[in-house]
T-cell receptor, first 112, second 112 residues
Framework: KQEVTQIPAALSVPEGENLVLNCSFT??????LQWFRQDPGKGLTSLLL?????REQTSGRLNASLDKSSGRSTLYIAASQPGDSATYLCAVPSGGSYIPTFGRGTSLIVHP | EAGVAQSPRYKIIEKRQSVAFWCNPISGHATLYWYQQILGQGPKLLIQ????????DSQLPKDRFSAERLKGVDSTLKIQPAKLEDSAVYLC??????????FGSGTRLTVV
């Protein structure tokens, strides 16, 4: 059974800092890995999708890397802004049914 | 492309009452998921549909929860009778192959 762990659980930083959020998974037989953002009380917004054959994906100030062999992914946020404050979740589909397993998320607060 | 639609956005009911949630996935997405997200936790899969067939419902509390997907498009999730511990955000998502998952805005259920 796939288990997904996200570290740190919470992060509070001043505006402008570069951040690294971590996601680790126990079963490396994955199809892809997806990072989401969730604002309080809202649904999940997809940020980046990395296929199992890829090493990284970039979108604006966001960069996500994937190391299948070590069961890890990192989400790098450059020059953080207060608008980046949210919970960041990673989802890893595995198994024959492509069922995504989620971590508990990293709660990020960026101070002005 | 239109996103995943969910309704209602919010619902408050008393324990032992029944409630139903509706989801309309992205057109053409064969796979539909219902997740339960308790405050402070990652989403937990309740049920996965492939077209109108159930792929996985192993974590659905079948004594009180039921779900259906008519004609492989819209889906409804029902709780009867509700318990206090059912208070959560109920998220619907859809996907097509390995293209990642798109989530709706969710329904926040409060059971009092």
């Amino acid at each position: 059974k796939q288990e997904v762990t996200q570290i740190p659980a919470a992060l509070s930083v001043p505006e402008g800092e570069n951040l690294v959020l971590n996601c680790s998974f126990t079963d490396s037989a994955i199809y892809n890995l997806q990072w989401f953002r969730q604002d309080p009380g809202k649904g999940l917004t997809s940020l980046l999708l990395i296929q199992s054959s890829q090493r990284e994906q970039t979108s604006g100030r966001l960069n996500a890397s994937l190391d299948k062999s070590s069961g890890r992914s990192t989400l790098y946020i450059a020059a953080s802004q207060p608008g980046d404050s949210a919970t960041y979740l990673c989802a890893v589909p595995s198994g024959g049914s492509y069922i995504p397993t989620f971590g508990r998320g990293t709660s990020l607060i960026v101070h002005p | 492309e239109a996103g995943v639609a969910q309704s209602p956005r919010y619902k408050i009911i008393e324990k032992r009452q029944s409630v139903a949630f509706w989801c309309n996935p992205i057109s053409g997405h064969a796979t539909l998921y219902w997740y339960q997200q308790i405050l402070g936790q990652g989403p937990k899969l309740l049920i996965q549909f492939q077209n109108n067939g159930v792929v996985d419902d192993s974590q659905l509390p079948k004594d009180r929860f039921s779900a259906e997907r008519l004609k492989g498009v819209d889906s409804t999730l029902k709780i009867q009778p509700a318990k206090l511990e059912d208070s959560a955000v109920y998220l619907c998502a859809s996907s097509l192959g390995g293209s990642g998952y798109t989530f709706g805005s969710g329904t926040r259920l409060t059971v009092v």
